[in-house]
């Protein structure tokens, strides 16, 4: 049972998935005229208003090279890599996955988790609160419009007029709430850093509804079958490029003569990407379109694979500081 609660999320996704495909069109029947996919996401936002911690933005800005680092990393490096699925994987992967990993791609890094392990690790935790608030802050506005910008060459690249359609509906949908969450914060930042694991519980379960909904309507396309075929390719490259990007995190903070503490810091921030405000940005940006469900299908593999992955990594940075210790 313990092994259960711990991974209740992982095992949720999985669920999700799963009742998304059983329910197809009858999925319509819980959503609406996507009535009831608005109200989650307002809610979701409004949870990430509250418990984004921006105000400790201006706290740290003792080491500029870390932060350049990781954020050229989150918004720069990630991106490019992930692009280059278009030139290796056009044959074996159609265009709706693809949307998804260039989704993927520009989003932020993680809120709370690369926070977590950085101060398990004994990296630097301040420096780790500050680049998680600003790239999470910064990608309320910036992703959208990378995302468009990725989207431009892809068959499902949307029209001018529709593009600033959709970018005014993100700006309602995603700035009008978390500001409301943000000026809630204000008043009562205390009981809400207190109890942010409740808030962080149910924002992920406020997901798991995303991704039902999403994948109900995505399953009754005809054209789910064709992408699920091609999935473990993508599921393969998203793995390859993940631990890439990891790599080329712990060469670059090296090469750049960055604290122990800090190159610990840039490999769990720089290469993880947000599922809490990735799923809620996506189902705005690809509001009443199929490719939704597939569009959301990285990022939910990507999550558990780049917490695997930053689980082993912590367990050899503790293994290597006891070595040193005890030598």
């Not at 990507?302 to 293994?319: D, K, S, W």
């Amino acid at each position: 049972m313990g092994w259960i609660r711990k991974n209740w999320f992982v095992l949720g996704i999985v669920a999700a998935l799963i009742a998304g495909y059983l329910l197809g069109e009858r999925g319509s029947l819980l959503n609406p005229s996507g009535i009831t996919n608005r109200a989650v996401v307002l809610i979701l936002f409004f949870i990430i208003g509250m418990t984004l911690p921006s105000d400790r933005i201006r706290q740290d800005l003792n080491t500029p090279a870390l932060h350049v680092i990781i954020q050229l990393f989150i918004f720069g490096v990630a991106p490019l890599l992930f692009l280059s699925a278009r030139l290796f994987f056009r044959d074996a992967m159609g265009g709706q996955l693809l949307v998804g990993i260039y989704a993927l791609a520009v989003l932020s890094t993680t809120v709370s988790s690369c926070i977590v392990f950085t101060q398990s690790a004994g990296g630097n935790t301040v420096a780790a609160v500050f680049n998680a608030s600003f790239a999470n802050t910064v990608g309320i506005f910036v992703s959208p419009l990378l995302l468009s910008l990725l989207l431009s060459g892809t068959s499902v690249a949307l029209p001018e007029g529709q593009l600033l359609t959709t970018l005014r509906s993100l700006m309602l949908n995603m700035l009008a709430p978390i500001v409301a969450g943000q000026l809630v914060r204000i008043r009562g930042r205390a009981f809400l850093d207190r109890h942010r694991k409740k808030f962080g519980t149910a924002s992920s379960a406020l997901i798991l509804v995303v991704v039902v909904l999403a994948f109900a309507r995505t399953a009754s396309d005809p054209e789910f079958f064709s992408n699920a075929v091609e999935l473990p390719w993508a599921l393969a490259y998203l793995a390859a490029v993940h631990l890439l990007l990891v790599g080329l995190v712990f060469l670059v903070s090296r090469a750049a003569k960055l604290p122990r503490a800090d190159r610990i810091t840039a490999i769990f921030v720089a290469p993880q990407k947000t599922l809490a405000l990735g799923a809620p940005l996506l189902t705005v940006f690809f509001e009443g379109q199929a490719v939704l469900g597939v569009a959301l299908l990285p990022l939910v593999f990507y999550h558990p694979f780049q917490l695997l992955v930053a689980g082993i990594l912590r367990a050899r940075i503790e293994a290597h500081h006891e070595t040193q210790s005890s030598g």
